[in-house]
């Protein structure tokens, strides 16, 4: 158990509706990321925050959008959603940017 | 940006040794992780490196050298169990700090 949280673990849904992703740092943890991974496929970088703050973005579509909140916690939502939508989403933390990232074990999102 | 390849599909017999590379471009390298990933599980962390070199942790063993943008986890006295994905990933601190993920080493063990 790696201390970072995800919920739900699966979730089903239709074409063109609205989904929320959550992520429970492990405690201390300041940093978060979340990563998209398809079938087959590596882990693709969506989005960091540090503290509350957005940091960086990656290969987020504009149909998604996330944030961190004051206790640290953090919620992707994924809007408008498409077929290829479906993947295993990951959600990371760390102690500060520069350290080791320990990661939630995943929501698989199927979109049918 | 960054760019990081590494082998698709290895097969290597259990008890033996592997290695699996890896070589990486980025333009503010500031560590190379290692991670362990289980069909359809969360990936874990094996080893770190920032320094030139070798680290040791046990029967995983992994090595840096940083001017040729190389690196290579070394698996000993391989186990059934180790069948994974092994994924490469640099940290870039011109993106944050943030970890980029190779598509993966897809290790097999065979008896």
């Known amino acids: 158990d790696s201390g970072v949280t995800q919920t739900p673990k699966h979730l089903i849904t239709a074409t063109g509706q609205r989904v929320t992703l959550r992520c429970s740092p492990r405690?201390?943890?300041?940093?978060v990321y979340w990563y998209q991974q398809s079938l087959d496929q590596g882990l693709q970088f969506l989005i960091q925050y540090y503290n509350g703050e957005e940091r960086a973005k990656g290969n987020i579509l504009e149909r998604f959008s996330a944030q961190q909140f004051p206790d640290l916690h953090s919620e992707l939502n994924l809007s408008s959603l498409e077929l290829g939508d479906s993947a295993l989403y990951f959600c990371?933390?760390?102690?500060?940017?520069?350290?080791?990232?320990?990661f939630g074990q995943g929501t698989r999102l199927t979109v049918v | 940006g960054q760019n990081i390849d590494q082998p698709t599909e290895m097969t290597a017999t259990e008890g033996a040794i592997v290695q699996i590379n890896c070589t990486y471009q980025?333009?503010?390298?500031?560590?190379l992780f290692w991670y362990q990933q289980h069909a359809g599980e969360a990936p874990t962390f094996l080893s770190y490196?920032?320094?030139?070199g070798l680290e040791e942790k046990g029967r995983f063993s992994s090595f840096l050298s940083r001017s040729k943008g190389y690196s290579y986890l070394l698996l000993k006295e391989l186990q059934m169990k180790d069948s994974a994905s092994y994924l490469c990933a640099v940290r870039d601190q011109t993106g944050a700090n943030n970890l980029f993920f190779g598509t993966g080493t897809r290790l097999t063990v065979i008896p």
């Open positions: 980025t333009s503010g390298f500031n560590g």
């Open positions: 405690s201390g943890d300041l940093s």
């Open positions: 990371a933390s760390s102690v500060v940017m520069q350290s080791e990232a320990f």
């Open positions: 490196n920032v320094l030139d």
